[in-house]
């Protein structure tokens, strides 16, 4: 295919109505802010325009997760690209030995306005939902702090839902962190931003609906010529068209349901083959690394 077609979708409830109070509490966080961490699974559609018109113009640091899936042969966003203002650099080790003395250099050599009597650094960490800014808070504490886990992290969006108060996860430089919800644009420039961005787990899965994000990223995979699916499924070829995939994934992971069917003799139990199960065994496959390493951008 040479271009997918969404069908007139409509992204608007896709978006939790929380955001917009949770964007509120961090323009009040950002008051104390030294520098912010954006953390971001995909260098482009992963990052939101509206975090950096209403965070303003402090030293910023990009940390890009999941370097290990991503295509060696596609380049992230360079650092100083994107949206907004201010310092960034852009931060691709997949353990973040550097975040700690590449944020104090930072702050070192930018001006604090009216903190610069204080010794700490308060570090604001933002992102889409489901990216890993919690999960990056505690590592940094175990790292620095040997400390355990300060902030809950999970595997879906919406495990943080406000802003929380501050997280030490260094003594020397004394700093702190803070933890925030994920924040998605209000509203998307394209259906296809938000489709990548459902694919990495910033929206659930059942607001946009499995079946067109497995399409999708079928889609995805063959414009790349990424067709790591084919070995992986045992297929005879690659497939331009979702069907033949997912019955061909329901059928050998078992993938099955039992349906009541209504005759003239009574009701008669049938078991057919799950394709949404299917399409989630898909999805499932792409986020753990299972069909290559491939970068959406």
């Given at each position: 295919?040479?271009?997918?077609?969404?069908?007139?979708?409509?992204?608007?409830?896709?978006?939790?109505?929380?955001?917009?109070?949770?964007?509120?509490?961090?323009?009040?966080?950002?008051?104390?802010?030294?520098?912010?961490?954006?953390?971001?699974?995909?260098?482009l559609s992963g990052r939101n325009p509206a975090l950096q018109e209403a965070l303003g113009i402090r030293p910023h640091v990009l940390v890009l997760n999941k370097m290990d899936l991503a295509d060696p042969r596609r380049?992230?966003?360079?650092?100083?690209?994107?949206?907004?203002?201010?310092?960034?650099?852009?931060?691709?080790?997949?353990?973040?030995?550097?975040?700690?003395?590449?944020?104090?250099?930072?702050?070192?050599?930018g001006p604090r306005y009216h903190r610069a009597e204080s010794s700490e650094h308060n570090i604001l960490v933002i992102g889409v939902p489901n990216v890993?800014?919690?999960?990056?808070?505690?590592?940094?504490?175990?790292?620095?702090?040997?400390?355990g886990n300060a902030t809950a992290v999970g595997g879906e969006?919406?495990?943080?839902?406000?802003?929380?108060?501050?997280?030490?996860?260094?003594e020397k430089p004394l700093m702190y962190l803070v933890d925030t919800p994920g924040m998605l644009p209000p509203r998307l420039g394209d259906v296809e931003t938000g489709m990548k961005l459902a694919l990495c787990g910033a929206i659930h899965d059942h607001l946009v609906g499995e079946d067109v994000m497995a399409d999708y990223l079928l889609y995805s995979l063959n414009k790349q010529q990424q067709f790591r699916y084919v070995q992986h499924y045992r297929l005879g070829q690659p497939c331009d068209h979702?069907?033949?995939?997912?019955?061909?994934?329901?059928?050998?992971?078992?993938?099955?349901?039992?349906?009541?069917?209504?005759?003239?003799?009574?009701?008669?139990?049938?078991?057919?083959?799950?394709?949404?199960?299917?399409?989630?065994?898909?999805?499932?496959?792409?986020?753990a690394g299972r069909l290559g390493r491939v970068t959406l951008d």
């Open positions: 295919r040479e271009r997918f077609e969404f069908g007139g979708r409509d992204v608007a409830s896709w978006f939790p109505r929380h955001m917009a109070k949770g964007l509120r509490q961090m323009r009040l966080a950002l008051r104390r802010a030294d520098c912010l961490v954006e953390r971001s699974h995909i260098p380049q992230p966003v360079s650092a100083g690209a994107g949206p907004g203002g201010g310092q960034r650099r852009c931060h691709r080790s997949p353990v973040p030995l550097q975040v700690v003395p590449m944020v104090a250099r930072l702050v070192a050599d890993g800014k919690s999960s990056l808070i505690n590592s940094l504490r175990r790292l620095h702090l040997k400390k969006p919406g495990i943080t839902k406000a802003v929380l108060s501050r997280i030490q996860v260094c979702i069907e033949p995939l997912l019955k061909h994934v329901a059928l050998s992971r078992g993938r099955t349901q039992k349906v009541k069917v209504l005759t003239g003799t009574g009701n008669v139990n049938m078991m057919m083959l799950n394709y949404p199960a299917a399409a989630y065994e898909f999805l499932r496959d792409f986020r």
